[in-house]
């Protein structure tokens, strides 16, 4: 006869592989060929905080077909990339210790990097870690004079040196929004915005933005400063995320902004869902819906679809 704790042994490893088994179908279902996963940020109505969110209450829709949910679950890592417009003015600074406490509040599944956006590239002055304080340390006053470019250049060029991931990924970006190497200064919109929305879309990054003014006299003007906060929030809600201003100046204080980030960053999921892009793969409109009360969704406008070929 089986010894009772041969049977409890037995009943662990059988659990044990049953959640290994689970874990990784999951990791197989969003690695599937012709799978497309976006981040989905749930909001509660009103200040509420949403309710936890299973796969039924959730519908998709690609243009206006609705999917079948392959995967949907919380995503725990998350690499964040706080990128700081070096063009800034100097008086950005006196936020940092906002900043500071901000990373100081994410969980340790939370990986931040520091970078410095001039000259249409990102300089990191911290690679990603979840020693939250070590980043902290590497904010510093911004140049002000000298790195006047495209904010819009700089992210792209960080995005096409992020290497693929499974994870939950974002960017907070701290700029005004000016983009003065190919902007004009007179158009509707940065040239380099659109570029920069569809390879957030495709490779599926959150870009969070806050206006700060820069420290260009040029940038003071109101139809440039609004110009420059409409593409910043073309940005963020394109990518499933949120833009952040209050007028043309600085605000006294980033704390309700980055506070208001975090319990987003809390309340995030992974959706995936199978496509296909045809031959050459494309873009197609993103609703993501759910009927549940006083909760909606922030998702991007659009995924890009692989090709039909493709193996993710």
Known sequence: M????DVNRIALMLGT??????????????AGPGNVTVTVTA???KDTTPPAISKDDVQVYVSKERKQIADWRRGEKLYLAVVIDDSLD???ASQWSDLKAFFAAQPDSTYISV?????????????????HELAAKALRIPTGGGAFASPYL???DLMKRWPASGDRRSILLISSGVDYFRGGGFGPKSPDLDPAIERAQKQNINIWSIYAPDAGHRSHGFFRTSTAQSNLGQLSDETGAE??????GMPVTFKPWLDEIGVHLGNQYLL???ASGQKKGRFERLRVHTELPNTEFMAPAQAYLPPATAVQ
């Open 2 to 5: 089986m010894k009772k704790t």
């Open 17 to 30: 592989l049953a959640l290994a088994l689970g874990f990784f179908t999951a990791r197989a279902v969003a």
């Open 43 to 45: 909001v509660g109505k």
């Open 90 to 92: 100097v008086g950005v």
């Open 115 to 131: 970078g410095y956006a001039r000259n249409g590239a990102v300089t990191l002055a911290q690679d990603f870690t979840n020693n």
């Open 154 to 156: 700089s992210i792209l």
């Open 243 to 248: 833009s952040y201003s209050l007028g043309t």
């Open 272 to 274: 995936t869902f199978n």
